[in-house]
RNA sequence: GGGUUGUUAGCUCAGCUGGCUAGAGCACCUCGUUUACACCGAGGGGGUCGGGGGUUCGAAUCCCUCACAACCCACCA
């Protein structure tokens, strides 16, 4: 027997991620007519290890990936990863501080280097831990979002997107983290809620309240709803001098309907410069904004004493000033109010104003079907006419409030690491500033003006993984050649011709608006195709308690290179998808992994069994002639449930194939097919089913069936990875009924044998003509069966 | 403040557009070693499908309402 006893996932797996990566089972061909599958892998962020995520959208995956192979057609998964600028940059700033350095100190270039070094180390392990999954991608096309072909679809859009008016650049307020110093855009900020002290102050004839006093220094607005009666008595633009923390200053009253009358006082003070919606009070009516904290977090000299203090510090010191001046008039100690942090780093968010280039939602100027129109119509449009079809729909009502909500995307950042803004400045002897934006840096000179110098922004990685489905279907040679544009370089490269729009999309539904429609608002834009026609969006994995797997609970983390050596790659992936829906986060088990792991032995035995019944000779691909009741009943199950189970793959329900999967092979095909089966002499039809049932389950499990193939098929048999899905073969309708009628009397007689006290109620060995005379006379019960 | 989801067996969850005695895995109980498998086999117990109301011949499934839980978005100085 060449089959062990047990399945050790241990001794086969390496050796089979070879065979089938060497045979070249996982390289696209746009040359040939086939009906082409094609998925991009979502970059995983080059920042360390894989999680149980990653494992999850590895699985789900590969499972469409090995099924759309064994239906035949042309596959790409095109697998990369993802720079991620801001998450790398918090990394490596992090390991600077624990050293005793910091980025300033070490340069630019040193800084690069240092974090180039680090992603590539990540990036080792990562891609290893793919093939630890089974991932079943295109290696020869792995692509990097910093890769230059890349970096020029990069610059490529930022360019058309300038030329179009829809980049511009402009002072705005942000959301700015002082200590990445960087703004982040709106999606990065996460909030929560803390409580802190309010403090309500005397400020001329008003009362007002704050729970930032080190911001208030430049306060010299005083606002007020103007249908408040409270405050009848002050009209818009009434001034008025009021004693202040560092002296008097003089106010001026202004009336915004922005103002909640029932808030406090209703009366409040505006700091324009460090709030986004004193901000917009202050755009209405062209106030001054004045900045009082540095990008660093620090007071500036308008703060007078005060400059130079962090906020901590300054805080108390500023509230004491004030009430020994006998301003301070209460403190509420427990107010609740919302912190914004960036969400990588927790640095809290400075609201400040700073230029920054912004893409524009709302300008006219995209063509798509025939119309002019703004991104944000064209990302409403491809989702209502049914271009893109998200799975669940109910993602569509959430992805329909964020863009109602959508704000000018920010897309530069101050940290270093990531693409360089294409945008290149330079000014005269009198300040007046030059812009040029293009692919490459302009040469010429001219007389008084400085030299030309790149921006020194980045821009938000979303940027860049925005162009993801097309970007790395791009002719890298050709995208060597500037002379082509970016129309050519699409209308050259064949695989952007053989594989976009890409037929799915499967990601968390966490990165939404991150990705997902950033995806959509650039590659409509890009190419005038959607990136994608299905969205899969999978859930969350949770610790066992429901709970969230948290860095700050080391023990609630399972690590899947922990998982994999216990009990094997293929448990693990079915444990990630039994029993899970789409959109809906699931808790980690391992009473899962244990029944997966169970259920790839049982394969193996089915498998082992079968072996032995047959000997060694075996040739699948033949459909051999059913010879009894049993043989008719398991072909016409196995046409059954391979109907059931293409039509959930199709509809991407990957836990109901896998279930009816599971199913048919342990009740169907191990309980009764192959126990009936041991009274038979001719066992073809066993082989058969054998053969279909580990094509079935490949997509699932494929290291237990390749490694079956492997064991049990000559060397001319080829891989199963490359074999085909089972063709349905029809059997005869009557004979299989016979079947399951036999099987219900079967387990009648079980059960009487067993009401009865007989001790041994077993009938696996009878013959099945003999399950039916016993059956029909029912008189006695043959000694010969107990 | 707005929105989404969930509440089904002891536990974790399926159950698509309403339809056969409501399912799975794990756990539990009984019996069992047989041409693969104890990572096993044969069987069994266990559910007012969150509460209430409605539509229907028929509802876990549709509608209303209440309760509890989780999450997302917005955000008040």
Wanted: glycine share 6%; aromatic share 12%; proline share 5%.
């Amino acid at each position: 027997m060449r089959l062990p006893k047990t399945y050790e996932p241990g001794q086969y797996e390496a050796d089979i991620y070879t065979l089938w990566e060497q045979s070249g089972a996982f390289t696209a061909d746009p040359t040939t007519d086939k009906e082409r599958f094609s998925v991009a892998m979502p970059p995983p962020n080059e920042t360390g290890t894989l999680s149980l995520g990653h494992a999850l959208f590895l699985t789900l995956q590969d499972i469409m990936a090995r099924y759309n192979r064994l239906r035949g057609k042309d596959v790409l998964w095109l697998p990369g990863t993802d720079h991620a600028a801001l998450a790398v940059n918090a990394i490596i700033e992090k390991k600077l501080t624990e050293e005793g350095t910091t980025k300033h100190e070490i340069g630019r270039d040193a800084f690069l280097d240092r974090t180039r070094e680090f992603v590539s180390q990540s990036r080792g392990i990562m891609l290893g831990q793919m093939r630890a999954m089974g991932a079943s991608c295109d290696w020869s096309r792995l692509k990097y979002t910093l890769d230059p072909t890349l970096s020029r679809a990069v610059g490529e859009v930022f360019v058309k997107m300038y030329s179009d008016g829809l980049i511009y650049r402009g002072h705005r307020i942000v959301n700015w983290d002082p200590n990445l110093e960087t703004n982040v855009s709106d999606d990065e900020v996460e909030y929560a809620e803390e409580t802190t002290s309010f403090y309500t102050f005397r400020f001329g004839p008003f009362e007002i309240s704050t729970a930032r006093p080190e911001t208030k220094f430049a306060d010299k607005y005083v606002v007020m709803h103007p249908d408040d009666k409270r405050y009848k008595k002050y009209k818009h633009g009434d001034t008025f001098e009021v004693e202040w923390i560092n002296g008097p200053v003089i106010a001026t009253v202004i009336k915004d309907k922005s103002v909640d009358p029932s808030f406090g006082t209703g009366a409040m003070t505006i700091t324009p410069w460090h709030s986004m919606v004193d901000f917009e009070i202050a755009e209405r009516h062209s106030l001054d904004k004045v900045q009082v904290i540095d990008f660093h977090g620090k007071l500036l000299p308008v703060a007078g004493e005060f400059a130079g203090m962090g906020i901590a510090e300054a805080r108390p010191k500023i509230v004491e000033k004030l009430r020994a001046k006998g301003l301070l008039i209460k403190t509420d100690e427990n107010y609740v109010h919302n912190i914004a942090r960036n969400e990588r780093g927790k640095g809290i968010i400075e609201p400040q104003v700073r230029l920054q280039w912004f893409i524009d939602v709302n300008k006219q100027v995209v063509e798509w079907k025939g119309e002019k129109r703004s991104l944000k119509e064209v990302l409403q449009n491809v989702i209502r006419e049914g271009d893109i079809q998200l799975l669940p729909t109910r993602f569509e009502k959430t992805y329909f409030h964020w863009i109602d909500n959508l704000r000018d995307w920010c897309i530069s950042r101050q940290i270093w690491w990531g693409h360089r803004i294409p945008a290149w400045h330079r000014t005269d002897t009198d300040g007046t500033l030059e812009t040029y934006v293009g692919l490459q840096p302009p040469t010429d000179e001219r007389e008084g003006w400085n030299e030309w110098e790149q921006d020194a922004d980045t821009l938000d990685t979303w940027f860049s993984s925005a162009l993801w489905t097309w970007s790395t279907l791009i002719d890298p040679t050709l995208a060597e050649d500037y002379s082509l544009s970016l129309q050519d370089l699409l209308a050259k490269s064949p695989d952007f011709q053989a594989y976009h729009p890409t037929n799915v999309l499967e990601t968390g539904w966490d990165i939404l608006f991150f990705w997902v429609a950033r995806m959509i608002l650039s590659t409509t834009y890009a190419t005038g195709q959607v990136p994608f026609k299905t969205v899969y969006l999978h859930g969350l994995i949770r610790a066992e308690d429901g709970k969230k797997m948290s860095k700050s609970r080391p023990e609630s983390i399972i690590d899947p290179l922990d998982v994999i050596p216990k009990y094997g790659t293929d448990a693990l992936r079915m444990a990630l998808i039994m029993g899970v829906t789409p959109g809906n986060d699931q808790n980690w088990g391992w009473g899962k992994v244990e029944a997966n792991r169970n259920f790839c032995n049982k394969l193996w035995n089915i498998a082992r069994y079968t072996e032995g019944a047959l000997g060694d000779v075996h040739k699948p691909g033949g459909i051999p002639d059913p010879q009894s009741t049993a043989d008719h009943w398991a072909l016409q199950k196995l046409q059954q449930e391979t109907k059931i189970i293409e039509g959930y793959l199709d509809t991407y329900r990957f836990s109901e194939a896998y279930e009816h999967l599971y199913h048919f092979v342990w009740d169907n095909v191990a309980d009764w097919y192959v126990e009936a089966s041991k009274s038979q002499e001719s066992r073809e039809v066993l082989g058969y089913v054998l053969e279909n049932i580990l094509k079935l389950a490949h997509p699932f499990a494929p290291f237990v069936t390749e490694t079956i193939w492997q064991t049990l098929y000559s060397d001319t048999d080829g891989l199963l990875i490359t074999s085909s899905w089972p063709k349905v073969r029809r059997s005869n309708k009557e004979k299989a009924a016979d079947f399951e009628e036999i099987k219900a009397i079967v387990t009648e007689v079980r059960a009487v044998t067993r009401a009865l006290g007989l001790s041994k109620p077993s009938l696996y060995y009878t013959s099945v003509p003999f399950w039916r005379k016993t059956a029909s006379c029912c008189s006695g019960w043959p000694d010969s069966a107990a």
